[in-house]
């Protein structure tokens, strides 16, 4: 695996598939995750999220092309790729990627799209506090040391894919990832000032309706597109991917009608991410009604996570990712056995349904563990050298105008 | 003459501005702005947890008059502006000393 053979039949039809899915999983960074995030912080922080994402996505993307890609799907080492495309230097105009009918090129872009959401995704832990050097300097170590090797591990022949580890379009690789270092650094940089009892609602309510609206059509280039090609995987992966989140919000929406009275637009569009994340890892298998189960599943699971990060573990993970990603994620991966055998028009898996579980649980316990550890490193490696945390009265005064020199709303 | 200053709900400013021009008030200035009296604000809940939003929205209208229009004026707001709930707000009124078009130059009661 992992070697590009050239003159391999090329298929139209999947590199036009695969090259749309490109477009709309980068559309989920730029502007959906930014939009959705900015609107759950203070006015006084709003653009230093978007500028957060934005750097983000600018960084990785560079880094990919340098030794990121090479790390994550060149050679067929068990734990790391090799150097072979360091710089894509071995990148060819008319090669396939081994195993795809895809340009090679194609492969590598749509892939890219991945490694630069995912430490994204982390931004919702430290906003409102974090230093912008810091975030630079974190997103792109971690997407070499944590991103690029979970990838090769299970999705680039390393030994997770060997053990027959099941995770369609990233519900470890993305979002146990994302979590597990998002409470991590949230923990080290320590609460917000205000936390618990005076830190400030939602500044745009409709902008995380946006934004999570955006990730949601995004969704369907990240777990249709994971099909690699086009046709029935990827159909019914769309198919499960859209369930999954219309029962998730209704799920979530009726939690908060129970419980409060009222069902909120934030709790709603929350549901909707949390249904997504936990179809992901199983979107291609789940089936129609397994989607749906799932995605109502995800809502109780999650609305209890968000609970108790907060409440319990007084974690100040401002904006929930683990509780939304990580939990989904790894909710989605474990009970992936369980779904495929319920549904119909499911897919196949690779073990039996028991012994799969006991597989899925490996690659998220290891994963969680090493991405935590890894995380844990490269944050302190940060604090050492750009230091975390921004001063105190910049943290008052608001990212906005004192990482950035500027203001997101002015009175006129 | 006096400067009379009237805290409201927002969604009674048409109401409040129909009564005073109906009683032949020229003019006044609205400024949008946020407080609590008895109403002591209210909380909101965003992905379960609660959140106190102690200063509500609130409009702030301010009408100059000569001495003699106030009751008629407070009377026409107090009415206009009542829903009967907590949290339709406060009148206060105090004396003005002094009032100038900038225009004109008049000053006094001509001025209002």
């Not at chain 1, 599943?297 to 573990?313: E, G, Q, R, S």
């Amino acid at each position: 695996m992992g070697q590009t053979v050239i003159d391999a039949a090329i298929s139209a039809a999947d590199t036009a598939w695969i090259l749309t899915a490109t477009a709309l999983v980068l559309l989920m960074t730029l502007p959906a995750l930014a939009l959705f995030y900015a609107g759950l912080v203070q006015a006084k922080n709003v653009l230093s999220v978007l500028a957060q994402c934005f750097a983000i996505a600018c960084v990785c993307s560079v880094l990919w092309f340098a030794f990121g890609y090479s790390l994550a799907f060149s050679g067929d080492g068990d734990w790391l790729g090799d150097t072979s495309a360091f710089f894509l230097q071995s990148l060819t105009r008319d090669g396939a990627r081994a195993g795809t009918h895809l340009p090679e090129s194609v492969f590598v872009m749509f892939q890219m799209t991945f490694a630069v959401i995912t430490p994204a995704l982390i931004v919702g832990a430290y906003v409102e506090r974090i230093r912008f050097a810091a975030v630079l300097l974190i997103s792109g170590l971690w997407m070499l040391i944590v991103y690029a090797p979970t990838a090769h591990w299970i999705w680039g022949g390393g030994w997770l894919a060997k053990m027959g580890v099941m995770d369609y379009a990233g519900g470890i690789v993305v979002h146990v990832t994302a979590g597990v270092s998002a409470l991590v650094i949230a923990w080290m940089l320590k609460p917000r000032q205000e936390f618990p009892h005076h830190v400030r609602p939602p500044h745009a309510p409709w902008m995380v309706m946006v934004g999570a609206a955006l990730l949601w059509v995004g969704w369907f280039g990240f777990n249709a597109g994971s099909a690699l090609t086009a046709g029935g995987d990827a159909g019914m992966a769309m198919l499960a991917t859209h369930l999954s989140a219309a029962s998730a919000t209704l799920a979530w929406m009726a939690i908060e009608w129970i419980k409060f009275g009222k069902p909120s637009l934030v709790g709603a569009v929350t549901g909707t991410i949390a249904g997504l994340a936990t179809i992901t890892p199983a979107a291609g298998v789940a089936g129609p009604l397994g989607a749906v189960l799932l995605g109502a599943a995800a809502a109780c699971v999650c609305y209890f996570a968000v609970w108790l990060v907060k409440k319990v573990m007084a974690v100040d993970d401002a904006l929930d990712v683990l509780g939304v990603h990580g939990v989904g994620g790894a909710l989605g991966t474990l009970a992936l056995p369980f779904i495929v055998v319920i549904g119909v028009a499911g897919g196949k898996l690779n073990h039996a349904p028991l012994e799969q579980f006991g597989v899925q649980a490996v690659g998220v316990i290891v994963v969680a563990l090493f991405s935590a550890v890894a995380t844990w490193i490269i944050t302190k490696l940060a604090d050492m050298l750009v230091g975390l945390r921004v001063d105190a009265e910049h943290e008052t005064q608001g990212l906005d105008f004192t990482s950035h020199g500027e203001t997101g709303y002015h009175t006129r | 003459m006096k400067l009379v200053t009237a805290i409201i709900q927002p969604h009674r400013l048409d109401t409040v501005r129909e009564a005073l021009t109906a009683i032949g008030v020229a003019g006044m200035t609205v400024t949008e702005v946020r407080g609590y009296g008895r109403q002591k604000g209210h909380t909101e809940i965003y992905r379960g947890a609660e959140y106190t939003i102690a200063f509500t929205p609130k409009l702030k209208v301010e009408v100059a008059l000569g001495n003699d229009r106030v009751d008629e004026v407070i009377g026409a707001i107090t009415q206009a502006a009542r829903t009967g709930r907590i949290g339709d707000g406060k009148i206060f009124v105090v004396d003005l000393e002094a009032a100038l078009r900038v225009r004109t130059g008049e000053t006094g009661d001509e001025a209002l």
